[in-house]
């Protein structure tokens, strides 16, 4: 038996690529429930992954199966009342991102965590990135200098297009979701886990495709509207110190040369350019003037040798890590707060046209 047990709530492309092939894996634990409102999903998943037991929603789930930790990958518009389900059970959570709609919906979330002494994490996972620690302990040492801009792109051509999926892709464009919050979150996490929380933010946005057509998987060839939310997003963050970042994200790049993210100082720059996922070496640009010396290297690892990633389910080693040594997990919920705070704001500064101020840290 292992140690920890584990549901699974929302079947659809992220959990059967990344949660429930890696549970195991990833930590002494077990998925011992699968939950989905598309009840066939969950019964596939129980086959597929030989998991016990399925249920139809998240409250079936809480009434009839003992387990410690959940994860909750449905579709964004559920996380919420999902989440304050889980919690007010008294359950330790995964949320996929975002784990609310609003800043004040996360408090509470939050609040309730603290109430109920479970721990409380929200993905993406870059700050456990193996290539970002590197980054980060050689940027700790000074060898790029004074470290003052960051350029991230992460966007793709969109979840009709980019991803093989099963679950109709429709919900991705509809308000409450969109490529700020499915793609931005990860730019924003990104950035702000290396100048840490932002002042002051400002933004331009588009749709640049009204209507597009699913492209593979079960609803191939159907037609979206996708003309509600922009779908393309340029960010700028402003960190004080004289350290900003630009974040271009959405879900209209259907490919792209430029690397994922550029960290620039006075002495140097960090180009990623590899899949994060196969915990690459970023390369490293130095100049060191008094010796005549600049050019590009591929740094050893110094004696701070990073964690390896294996997958995105390494969340679940950070949540129980914090549980078994009653720490703060790596990927904390106060965090998720500061990156909701910019999401929610930027529709605001799309209809003024005036910079916002953040009143969240972390
Ligand atoms: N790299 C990443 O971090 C990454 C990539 C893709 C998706 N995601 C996130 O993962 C989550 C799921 O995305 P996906 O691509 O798997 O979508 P999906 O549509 O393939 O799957 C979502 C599943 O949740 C189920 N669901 C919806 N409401 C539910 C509810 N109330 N209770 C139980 N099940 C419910 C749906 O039936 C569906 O099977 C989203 O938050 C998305 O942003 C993250």
Request: with cysteine; aromatic share 8%; charged share 25%.
């Amino acid at each position: 038996m292992a140690k920890w047990k584990i549901a699974v709530i929302g079947c659809g492309f992220f959990s059967n690529v990344q949660y429930l092939p890696n549970i195991t894996k990833e930590a002494d634990a077990e998925c011992v429930a699968a939950v989905d409102i598309i009840e066939e999903r969950a019964i596939e998943a129980c086959e597929k992954y030989n998991i016990e037991n399925h249920y139809k929603n998240v409250y079936e789930l809480i009434e009839n199966c003992d387990f410690d930790i959940a994860i909750d990958a449905a579709s964004i518009q559920a996380h919420h009342e999902i989440n304050m389900a889980i919690l007010k059970a008294g359950k330790h959570l995964i949320s996929q991102k975002p784990a609310a709609p609003s800043v004040e919906m996360l408090t509470e979330q939050i609040e309730l965590a603290k109430k109920m002494n479970v721990k409380f994490v929200c993905v993406p996972i870059h700050p456990m990135r193996y290539d970002i620690n590197i980054a980060k302990n050689i940027m700790s040492k000074g060898a790029i200098g004074n470290a003052y801009y960051a350029r991230c792109n992460m966007s793709h051509g969109g979840p009709e297009y980019f991803q093989y999926r099963d679950a109709d892709p429709s919900w991705f464009f509809e308000p409450g979701a969109g490529a700020l919050v499915d793609m931005g979150v990860h730019g924003l996490q990104i950035v702000t886990s290396i100048f840490g929380p932002a002042k002051k933010i400002n933004c331009m946005a588009k749709v640049t495709t009204p209507e597009r057509t699913v492209r593979s998987g079960a609803y191939d060839g159907k037609g979206l509207k996708t003309d509600k939310i922009p779908d393309q997003y340029v960010i700028t963050l402003d960190f004080g110190d004289g350290k900003m970042a630009l974040v271009d994200t959405g879900f209209s790049q259907k490919a792209s040369k430029a690397p994922s993210l550029e960290i620039f100082g006075d002495k140097g720059t960090i180009s990623f350019t590899e899949p994060y996922m196969e915990n690459p070496i970023p390369d490293v640009y130095i100049d060191i003037p008094e010796q005549d010396v600049r050019g590009w290297m591929k740094p050893m690892t110094g004696a701070e040798v990073p964690e390896k990633m294996i997958s995105q389910c390494c969340c679940l080693k950070d949540i129980i890590r914090a549980i078994e040594n009653d720490t703060e997990p790596v990927l904390n919920a106060e965090h998720a707060r500061h990156i909701l705070e910019i999401m929610c704001k930027i529709p605001e500064i799309l209809e003024t046209e005036k910079p916002a101020v953040l009143e969240t840290t972390f």
